[in-house]
Each structure stands twice: as structure tokens, then as C-alpha cells.
């Protein structure tokens, strides 16, 4: 009776609240967007520089292989190495591709050939991959060059044989390894905040003592608020995995049913978690700089989503199996990407389930009616 | 339940509060009676509002007792908010939640059923005025309805015991009136109100007054009982062009014992009540002061709150010379 008011009026209010709605529906789907786009460690269209020595139609030809890959874009094409400086320095260029004189002639005599490539090495990651795109994309059709002369000359088994096989994300798509990571993180800055705003508020308000003189108990106090945010929650889940099913085409290869059951259990640790940290807090800002300071960003940065654990010193390591995220993060990239049910999550799921109700047993005890 | 406890809704014995090395509320005993209007004045952070709290079972007492009802404060003080109804000078209200939907928010705390709630609501309604503005958010509300929806919400419950801290703060005088005359009814329907005020108008509205000053207890009794520290000493209010001027005058006189400013006027109590206040005029205009008026006046609970303070910041430099 008494939880059901309170639940209605959480509601009340929220309707009445339209910044609470942005936060809680508009931000999880811009945000998803934009890191649906932005988190990811492919690298596409690098724009690249080439010096053509040669100007003759086979390094032309090589020139428009770079052109038409999806993976770089040739913004320029001078003469000598010495006019790519400019571009590199400026970061209008962050790769250069050289070709010297004589290229052409040296392809059809059947001479080794050396092509100089210059990359700007300030993004290491960004260039290490855009520098491995470079070279297959060289050796590729190094490779079609020696082929096509040898079929000329008669049948010839190929020299490479390589073949790489990859598991879960074969196209190596970056995005699908992090919009599921995006949903765990979404999911916990939205509630964790939202829930860290909630008693507090009512604290600078003045309704919370005055709700401390009612007979309403600690623990209705709380479950009144955890109940209408797990609502919001579990509309923010389904959205987010709309949008990340729908228009990133994430496969989700496990079962949904099991993707909302675990996802609750993860929200109850970030709206406990919210609830605490509202409980310890004198203001809203007070408790929006706790969230995020204290708790978010380190949650954030040990959780695995950035950084793998694997090479976090073992001290680490250990804090790390206090984050609920990290948990979580291995359950919904294990239900999206390799299909996996409870069998082999359970573990995960069991942790998370006792990191929630730890934390909402403090955030209880930590609500006093009384002060003492 | 004893005899003492039903005849008493507050019964408070050596209340003691302390933040740290401040005590905040010392040494406090009072009994308020069943129906009564027991007023708590003082200044800003005498202690009203923290023995107010631990009352409500909002703040743990350091030392002493009080009972609310019957009931320890410090040992059940869930069982007491049952019983009580707390309203505090900030009008605690929902801001985006409508007036009906605060009463019926509240209301479902308080556990009424939805026939009790219907009907408490129109109570409720009726005696704030509201009618016509259930539909209007909290924050949308003037001053006087919000505190007299405060209000209401704190009574929806019909508590036997109600608590007001500072209830007319920065509400105009037509409402602190309104307000007044609610309390009234309160009373008479028999709620023990125990309300705290700077207003020195609204504690004439008392049955009872307790004066606390610096955390202890100054005075205490019914308006007119603790007026009585003037017997003897009657009050001279004088009007003059230069008040400041007469007040130093009239300190240099032996008749006059002490000067307060009032508004416009000053307040000279006399050590004798045989010297008229004309007498006390005539030597101020042989000193050069242009008197306007000059009358004696019944002492007013201001004069009593300043006479009180004067005498307990006396004894204190006294324990402490």
C-alpha cells in the first residue's frame, strides 16, 4: 500500500520532469549512437599521401587500389617524398606512400621493387592498423601482379598459402565486440546517476524528513525507489538493444529473455549502488560527484571494457572482481556475440547477484530516520 | 498509561542535545497538556528547532527524557510518529506533484484507507482553501496555500499531537493570520500543538509559552504569567525625534533601570513604580529632547523575551567573572 504510492509518485514526478526523461530515454539512444560509431578500433578512411616518382600507369594503377579501399582515401598525389613532409606535419596526410622512379619498368622487368611508406606515428593504435592495411593491401596486389605474370607464362600453384580464421567476429567488426560493452555502460551511468539523484533529492527538498516522521519504513523507502528506476531501466534496455540489434546489426546470438533477466540483476547493482551513494550524500551535486568520481569512472576503466584485465597487475586484477560491470560486460558479450546461456554464466550472474544485494543491504542501513 | 501521562501529551525532563562541544539544547524539562497551544520562542539557534526535532524522533537525545504520547521518543520513536504530525518551516511539500496528489501521496503513507482518505482529503481541501486548485502542481502555489497544504498534509492522519516549526515563516500577515485561526481549531478540537516562532505576536496566541535562550530554558508559563518579571517595574514608551539620543539620555537616569529599541519607540523600564512617565518626559525635554509621546504600556511578550535575555547574558558573565 504505502510502496505503491510511493512508486506512483516517483512516477508523478518523473512525468512532470522532463530533463529526467531526456536522461533516462533520449541520452541511452544519442548516446548509443554516437558510440556506436565512435568506440570502435577500426580505422577507416585514413587519408593518405602519395608521392608518384614514377607517374607511369602502373603506379597509377597501385594509386587507385588505395583509392577505392573503403580503408583509406587519397587526398593528394605529388611528385617527390620531400612535398609529403608538409601533409604529415599538418595531419592532413597521416600516412605517405612513395613510389620511385622506375616503378613501373621494374614491375615489367620482374626487378624488386622498394616502396617506402611514411606514417605519422602519433596515434600509435590508429597507425599500426592503418599501416597493416597498407601492407596487405601492397602485398595483395603484389601478389595479383605475380599471378597474372605467371598465368601468362602457364599455371603455377601460389606461393602464400595463408589462412586466417576468425571466431565470433569474423568480419572483425570492432562494434560488435563494443555496442554490447556500450549497453553495460549505458545502462550503469544512467541508473547509478539517476538513483544517486533520487533520495537525495528529497533530503534538499525537505520531503525526506518529512517522510521521516511518518511511520514509512527504511526499507520501503528504498525498494520505492528501486522499483519505478528498475522500470525505467528495463525500458532503457529494451531500447538500447533495439538500436543495437536493428541499426548497428549486432547479432544477438543467445536468448533475449535471458539478456533482460541478466540485465536486471546488473541493475540492481548500478540503482543500489545509485541509492548508497544518495544516502551518503548531503546535495545532488555532492552526490553526482561521488558517482562519478568514486565509483563510475574507476568502475569504468577496471571493468575491461577499455583495457583488458589480462594485463592489469594482479593487485588490480583482484579489485577488478568488485566491479559489477566486469561481470556483466562477459554476459552480455557472451549472450550477443558467442550465444552462451546461464550454463556457462551462472558464475557471473551469481557474483553480480551478491554485489547487489550487499550493497542495497548498506544502502538501507544507511538511511536513517533517526539521526543519532 | 498513567493519570500524569494522559493529562500531559509531552512530558520532557532534562532534554539534552550535543553537536560536538555545542550544546544546542541543555537541560530542558517541560510538560505541555493535552489540547494546549504550547508555544517555544526564540531567536535563531536557541535550540527550538533541535528540541522539536528530537520530539518528532527525528534526532537522538544526547541525555534526558521526553515522552510524546505516552511514548519514549528515545526508546520507540517509530511508535510516536504514528501518533503525531510534523510540519516544518520549510513546508515540505512535492513540487510536481499536484495538491491532490500530495494529499493522496501522503495520505496513502499514513496508511488511510481510501474512504478515510476521500473523506480527510475534502477536510483537507475545505480548511486550506484549495478548493478549485487540486489540479495545481506544489510549486505553483502561493505561500499561504503552501503552507497551509503543509499543513494539511501533516494532519491527514488526524494525529493527536502536532509539532510546528516555524509555520509561518515568510508567509504575508494576511495568511499568518489564517493559519493562526486554523491552529485554534485545532486546538479546540483537542490536538495538542506545540508550535515554535520568533513571532512574538503569535506566541500571545498561546496558551503557554517557554522562552529558550542559548540552548537553555528562560521562562515559562501562560502570556500573562510570564509578564509578571515586570511586576514593579513598569514599562515608559516614548516617541522622540532623536531616539537614540533620548535612549543614552534615559540610561544616565537612576529611575531607569534599562532601554530598548521599539520600532520608532523606546521602551525605558523603571526600577520605581512610583515615578510617572511624564515625570521621566519632563527631564528628557529639560535635556534638549523633542518628546512626542509619552505613555506607560502593559509589557509585551517582546519586553519579556528582552528582559530574559539581558538577565540570562547577566548571570552568565557572572558565573563566568
Known sequence: MRLRRLVWKEFLELRQNPRLFGIVIVAPIIQLTM??????????????????????????????????????TVIDTVTTVADVDGYLQRGRAWVALAIPQGYGAAIHSGTPVALQVVADGSDSNSTTVALGYATSLIGGYAEELTARASAAAGPRPAAIDTRIRIWFNPQLESRFFMIPGVLALLLLLVTANLAAMAIVREKELGTLEQLNVTPLRRWELIV??????????????????????????????????????????????????????????????????????????????????????????????????????????????????????????????AAMAAWGAVVLALAVARSRKTTG | MSAAATANAIEVRQLTRRFGQFVAVDDVSFDVRTGEIFGFLGSNGAGKSTTIRMLCGLLQPTSGTATVGGIDVRRNPESVKVRIGYMSQRFSLYELLTVDQNIRFFGGIYGLAE???????????DMAGLAGRETTLARDLAGGWRQRLALGCAILHEPAILFLDEPTGGVDPISRRQFWRLIDALSQAGVTVLVTTHYLDEAERCHRVALIHAGRLAAMGTPTEVKQVFAGRPIVEIRADQAVDAMRLLEAMPAVEKTSLFGTAVHAVLRDPAVSADAVADRLRAQGIQVEAVATVAPSLEDVFLDVIDRANAAARGTAA
Open chain 1, 35 to 72: 558510440l556506436g560509431y565512435a568506440a570502435t578500433t577500426d580505422v577507416k578512411d585514413v587519408p593518405i599521401v602519395v608521392a608518384d616518382g614514377d607517374r607511369s600507369p602502373e603506379s597509377r594503377s597501385l594509386i587507385a587500389r588505395f583509392d577505392v579501399s573503403r580503408n583509406f
Open chain 1, 224 to 349: 520505492g525507489k528501486l522499483l519505478p528506476y528498475g522500470v525505467i531501466a528495463l525500458i532503457d534496455v529494451f531500447l538500447v538493444t533495439a538500436v543495437a540489434v536493428f541499426w548497428f546489426e549486432v547479432p544477438l546470438r543467445g536468448s533475449l529473455t535471458l539478456l533482460i533477466a541478466m540485465s536486471l540483476i546488473y541493475v540492481l547493482c548500478t540503482l543500489a549502488l545509485g541509492l548508497f551513494i544518495s544516502t551518503v550524500s548531503d546535495t545532488q551535486q555532492q552526490a553526482m560527484m561521488t558517482a562519478t568520481f568514486f565509483f563510475l569512472t574507476p568502475m569504468i576503466y577496471l571493468s575491461g571494457f577499455i583495457f583488458p584485465i589480462e594485463n592489469m597487475p594482479r593487485v588490480i586484477q583482484y579489485a577488478t572482481y568488485l566491479i559489477p560491470l566486469r561481470y556483466f560486460l562477459v554476459i552480455v558479450r557472451g549472450i550477443f556475440l558467442k550465444g552462451i546461456g546461464l550454463e556457462l554464466l551462472w558464475p557471473q550472474a
Open chain 2, 115 to 125: 474512504a478515510r482518505l476521500a473523506e480527510r482529503r475534502r477536510f483537507v481541501i
